[in-house]
């Protein structure tokens, strides 16, 4: 079956400080790839997906980017850290049909 | 742009009672509809999925419509139990080269109260 990791699942970071989230799939090959954030009041805005290994897409500017090393990992990162970019990021893969399944997410305060 | 919207945002029923969340969208040309469940700090857990080309899907007390042409899908949920407690997530994928994106609602937030 498959699983999906993500840590740290709480991180604590001054702003401007650097950012690196990782995610990885295990269960599965050459999976579609998410990262979501949800903030409070805002719902759920997906931020990136990639298709495969360094095919990433982002679907807002922002302070952040997105990097795909290997099939199964997929890395949110951030050079300096905003007060906005606090919240919950979820990576998430989908498969031939597009079912998306989701991992246990981080939680991000940037003070 | 696809907006999803779910009503009611908060709902509160007792033990037993057989209940339906609601999800309207704008866009009618989807691809797949999903409904997720998410307790408090964790991640979402996908409950089913309709494909555009179908009009339920059940699992176990669970069972979620899609009409397409009006922009809705009913999630009902059958002799709920405090273990239903959670907030329940709709969520939409574009047709077409946006098939890989959900647009999601803001959720319903239910509470069974023992």
């Known amino acids: 079956s498959q699983t999906i990791h993500q840590w740290p699942a709480t991180l604590v970071q001054p702003v401007g400080s650097p950012l690196s989230l990782e995610c990885t799939v295990e269960g599965t090959s050459n999976p579609n790839l998410y990262w979501y954030r949800q903030a409070a009041g805002r719902g759920l805005q997906l931020l990136f997906y990639?298709?495969?290994?360094?095919?990433i897409s982002s679907e807002v500017p922002q302070n952040l980017s997105a990097s795909r090393p290997q099939d199964r990992q997929f890395i949110l990162s951030s050079k300096k850290l905003l007060l906005s970019d606090s919240g919950f990021y979820l990576c998430a893969w989908s498969g031939l049909i597009n079912e998306q399944f989701f991992g246990p997410g981080t939680r991000l305060t940037v003070l | 742009k696809q907006e999803v919207t779910q009503i009611p945002a908060a709902l509160s029923v007792p033990e037993g009672e057989n209940l339906v969340l609601n999800c309207s969208f704008t866009d009618s040309a989807i691809y797949n509809l999903q409904w997720f469940r998410q307790d408090p700090g964790k991640g979402l857990t996908s409950l089913l999925l309709?494909?555009?080309?179908?009009r339920e899907q059940t699992s176990g007390r669970l069972n979620a419509s899609l009409d397409k042409s009006s922009g809705r899908s009913t999630l009902y949920i059958a002799a709920s139990q405090p273990g239903d407690s959670a907030t329940y997530l709709c969520a939409v994928t574009g047709s077409g080269g946006s098939n890989y994106k959900l647009t999601f609602g803001k959720g319903t937030l239910l509470t069974v109260n023992p």
């Open positions: 309709i494909q555009s080309s179908q």
């Open positions: 990639s298709v495969g290994i360094g095919q």
